[in-house]
T-cell receptor, first 111, second 114 residues
Framework: DAKTTQPPSMDCAEGRAANLPCNHS???????VYWYRQIHSQGPQYIIHGLKNNETNEMASLIITEDRKSSTLILPHATLRDTAVYYC????????????FGTGTRLTVIP | DAGITQSPRHKVTETGTPVTLRCHQTENHRYMYWYRQDPGHGLRLIHY???????DKGEVSDGYSVSRSKTEDFLLTLESATSSQTSVYFC?????????????FGAGSRLTVL
């Protein structure tokens, strides 16, 4: 599976957009980019995923560069409840039946 | 989390004793997974199941066994618990193992082995 690189921690002011970067320079053409988050003491929660195109849902937007070597998760209006560890993961469309979680980015939303 | 329940949520046991953690789902999903989470390691896959009686190993399967006798239940057993198995264990489910495979996680089971 392709490896991902994320900054260990980030801060964001409440109400501002949080932009979380992820580098996946060895990603293959058939691998999806997934984002999950884990709020303290809870199980991880799915946020969004994409293959080539940018994606948006009620939680966030995912921007994938044209060469697919990096992506950015955008939380448009961060709230205190968005404080969590955010995981960027890549995995192939077929074959592997699991997600390899790294150590993620700890996002702290500041009042 | 809705549709997926782990039990027990907390357990303290002694080295050498057997321990079984249960994951129960009401979503009728085909795939079920057991992960462990330790500081500095993120989540690591222990075992997963792709159907009743169909299971496979993950990256940290030594010392663990699993069973799935019906769709809704996936059991994780530590035959003889060791202190290195002190961890938080998460169960997850997914509808499919191919394509856009979204996992839904349970709330976790915290196990302490003394």
């Amino acid at each position: 599976d392709a490896k991902t690189t994320q900054p260990p921690s980030m801060d964001c002011a409440e109400g501002r957009a949080a932009n979380l970067p992820c580098n996946h320079s060895t990603i293959s053409g058939n691998e999806y980019v997934y984002w999950y988050r884990q709020i303290h003491s809870q199980g991880p929660q799915y946020i969004i995923h994409g293959l080539k195109n940018n994606e948006t849902n009620e939680m966030a937007s995912l921007i994938i560069t044209e060469d697919r070597k990096s992506s950015t998760l955008i939380l448009p209006h961060a709230t205190l409840r968005d404080t969590a560890v955010y995981y960027c993961i890549v995995r192939p469309q077929t074959g592997a039946n699991n997600l390899f979680f790294g150590t993620g980015t700890r996002l702290t939303v500041i009042p | 989390d809705a549709g997926i329940t782990q039990s027990p949520r907390h357990k303290v046991t002694e080295t050498g004793t057997p321990v079984t953690l249960r994951c129960h789902q009401t979503e009728n999903h085909r795939y079920m997974y057991w992960y462990r989470q330790d500081p500095g390691h993120g989540l690591r896959l222990i075992h997963y199941s792709y159907g009743v009686k169909d299971t496979d190993k993950g990256e940290v399967s030594d010392g663990y066994s699993v069973s799935r006798s019906k769709t809704e239940d996936f059991l994780l057993t530590l035959e003889s618990a060791t202190s290195s198995q002190t961890s938080v264990y998460f169960c997850a489910i997914s509808e499919t193992g191919v394509g856009a495979n979204v996992l839904t996680f349970g709330a976790g089971s915290r196990l302490t082995v003394l």
